[in-house]
Antibody
Framework: EVQLVQSGAEVKKPGATVKISCKVS????????IHWVQQAPGKGLEWMGF????????MSAEKFQGRVKVTADTSVDTVYLELNSVRSEDTAVYYC??????????????WGQGTLVTVSS | IQMTQSPSSLSASVGDRVTITCRAS??????LNWYQEKPGKAPKLLIY???SVQSGVPSRFSGSGSGTDFTLTISSLQAEDFGTYYC?????????FGQGTKLEIK
């Protein structure tokens, strides 16, 4: 059974760094990219970035450029999202999700349970 | 690529046929997915590649379209179909989502 299990809720002060983990199981870790999606309270879904666990290739959304780091550790089948210099507008639920892609399609077929990050002084 | 959904919200009765539309700002061929989100839960994949139904999803859900215009249809609305529905394009990075359609059951 494919599972993505995320770390627990975090409370951070403005300017701090938050690091969220996403441990996968039930499939070969390096076979699928992992993406991160942000959902602010009462808002929609926003793509943040991805990592290719096989070679560590990453890409992040322009909105988060310079503040987001997505990494993968193949020794523990875990992907990490690090967001630095957090501010109040970073308060959100963060989801990791597996991207299933082939020649004609690419979709997020499995999701983590979400991690709530609250930024408050 | 900007994704625009309509309507933003709707209310329908059990048994109704419900249609949600999604328009892309440029052609995305059939790289279009639909997700259902319920309060406090992660999104769930319903439809991928515009018209393919994800395994385990009830057959009342269907998708159609290509290029820039897409539709999600629920043929006979059930009480458990409440939630927010999002379209998402995977044609080009950054992947982008529609703003969501909140579906309420009358």
């Amino acid at each position: 059974e494919v599972q993505l299990v995320q770390s627990g809720a975090e409370v951070k002060k403005p300017g701090a760094t938050v690091k969220i983990s996403c441990k996968v199981s039930g499939y070969t870790f390096i076979d699928f990219y992992i993406h991160w999606v942000q959902q602010a309270p009462g808002k929609g879904l926003e793509w943040m970035g991805f990592v290719d666990p096989e070679d560590g290739e990453t890409m992040s959304a322009e909105k988060f450029q310079g503040r987001v780091k997505v990494t993968a550790d193949t020794s523990v089948d875990t992907v990490y999202l690090e967001l630095n210099s957090v501010r109040s507008e970073d308060t959100a639920v963060y989801y990791c999700t597996r991207a299933f892609c082939d020649d004609s399609t690419c979709q997020y077929d499995f999701w983590g349970q979400g991690t709530l990050v609250t930024v408050s002084s | 690529i900007q994704m625009t959904q309509s309507p933003s919200s709707l209310s329908a009765s059990v048994g109704d046929r419900v249609t949600i539309t999604c328009r892309a700002s440029r052609s995305i061929t059939t790289y279009l997915n639909w997700y259902q989100e319920k309060p406090g839960k992660a999104p769930k994949l319903l439809i991928y590649a515009a018209s393919s139904v994800q395994s385990g999803v009830p057959s009342r859900f269907s998708g159609s379209g290509s290029g820039t215009d897409f539709t999600l249809t629920i043929s006979s609305l059930q009480a458990e179909d409440f939630g927010t529905y999002y379209c998402q394009q995977s044609y080009g990075l950054p992947n982008s989502f529609g703003q969501g359609t909140k579906l309420e059951i009358k």
